[in-house]
């Protein structure tokens, strides 16, 4: 997969890529006023605004549709950001690009159906311009990939996946829950690949943009896109989560952007000598788990011998009190202790299911 670097289709002042904008484009006035102020806050790469807006339910503002195309343009001439706006079809592709919109943004709701995502991808084949991807609605890596790379496929190479973070049932003080495990697995597999930050759908509460977005540039983060607007308490969609422009300044103002490398030899060679110590104490901590593995087939065929079942919920809350207990004298969290054991007495319960039925003894 080709990917472009972030500053060959986009002009950035310094990292972060700073995206900024209403929710929505309510009014020509409305889009100007904002704009004018982001445009000489000094600290915004580009402008943003929602013309179509897939809502959760109808009768709801979805959006002012194609009248609102003319403001963004209006936008570009007197400011000179570039604009930005989701489409959802082919015929929103159609219509942004017959005004001049630089950059798209496919949605989560849409990220998620690979139909509409091929119809987007077929619909820009051939057009060399700048797709932005956010992660769909639930954590599929997969899915966000896959959407990535249809629209790789019909040769784009200016691409960006965005991330928003996702729809959990957990109560959180966040709208949606970050994961940040998620995009930085999609970093690792493709390096390539700028990552840009959506804190407003994720925090969901102006109150913790800021420290989202500083958890963002923490993950090594290419950009953010922040919705903005003069008077948030009174946007026609997602009031809550709208800062003014004069917070956005505040905000980046205020953002410890830490380096992606240096040059120092001495930090080099002292870094080089704890991973090396990372990999040695990573390697014992797999050969253990091999242990463990070797201990659970036993027990797996003294329960099938016995008919016992895998599962044993007693024992399950017995191992996590203890594993807690032991973890909080290690100084360990207690988060981090419980997603482990989590994970590894899973695969536990998977392989003793499999042990059991298993009577030919081969792999799967």
């Keep these: 997969m080709k990917i472009e670097k972030l500053t060959n289709w986009i002009s950035v002042k310094e990292r972060p890529l700073v995206i900024a904008g209403p929710c929505s484009a309510e009014s020509e006035e409305q889009v100007l006023a904002i704009a004018r102020q982001l445009k000489e806050s000094g600290k915004v790469d580009a402008f943003r605004a929602g013309i179509w807006k897939p809502r959760t339910r109808p009768n709801t503002f979805e959006g002012v549709g194609l009248v609102g195309l003319p403001w963004m343009e209006k936008v570009k001439a007197e400011t000179g950001l570039p604009i930005t706006t989701e489409v959802a079809n082919a015929s929103h592709v159609e219509l942004a690009l017959k005004h001049n919109v630089d950059i798209l943004w496919i949605g989560a709701r849409t990220t998620v159906s690979p139909f509409a995502i091929?119809?987007?991808a077929d619909a820009l084949r051939g057009v060399d311009?700048?797709?932005m991807v956010k992660n769909p609605i639930n954590a599929d890596l997969a899915l966000w990939m896959g959407a990535i790379e249809r629209f790789s496929n019909v040769g784009l190479t200016k691409l960006a996946a965005i991330h928003r973070g996702f729809s959990t049932a957990e109560k959180s003080k966040y709208r949606n829950k970050?994961?940040?495990s998620l995009p930085i697995e999609l970093k690792r597999l493709l390096p390539e690949l700028p990552i840009i930050c959506d804190p407003s759908h994720i925090a969901g509460d102006r109150e913790f943009i800021g420290e989202v977005c500083q958890k963002a540039m923490d993950a090594g983060m290419d950009g953010l896109m922040v919705e903005t607007h003069i008077t948030p308490d009174k946007a026609l969609s997602d009031a809550a989560q709208q800062?003014?422009?004069?917070?956005?300044?505040?905000i980046i103002e205020h953002l410890s952007v830490r380096k992606l490398e240096t040059e120092d030899k001495t930090f080099e060679e002292t870094?080089?000598?704890?991973?090396?110590?990372?990999?040695q104490v990573d390697r014992e901590l797999l050969e253990l788990l091999h242990?463990?593995?070797?201990?659970?087939?036993?027990?797996?065929?003294?329960?099938?011998?016995?008919n016992v079942t895998p599962l044993q919920i007693n024992r399950m809350d017995s191992l996590m009190k203890d594993r807690?207990?032991?973890g909080a004298k290690l100084g360990l969290?207690?988060?981090?202790?419980?997603?482990?054991?989590?994970?590894?007495?899973?695969?536990?319960?998977?392989?003793?299911?499999?042990?059991m039925n298993d009577f030919s003894g081969s792999d799967d």
Aim: charged share 30%; proline share 4%; glycine share 2%.
């Design 118 to 120: 091929q119809e987007i």
């Design 129 to 131: 311009i700048p797709v």
């Design 178 to 180: 970050p994961i940040w």
């Design 243 to 250: 800062v003014t422009p004069m917070s956005l300044n505040n």
């Design 271 to 279: 870094l080089q000598k704890l991973r090396s110590q990372i990999d």
């Design 291 to 306: 242990m463990r593995k070797n201990i659970i087939s036993e027990i797996g065929l003294a329960k099938k011998e016995n």
């Design 324 to 326: 807690n207990d032991l």
């Design 333 to 355: 969290e207690k988060r981090y202790i419980e997603e482990l054991f989590h994970v590894i007495h899973t695969e536990s319960v998977r392989l003793q299911t499999k042990i």
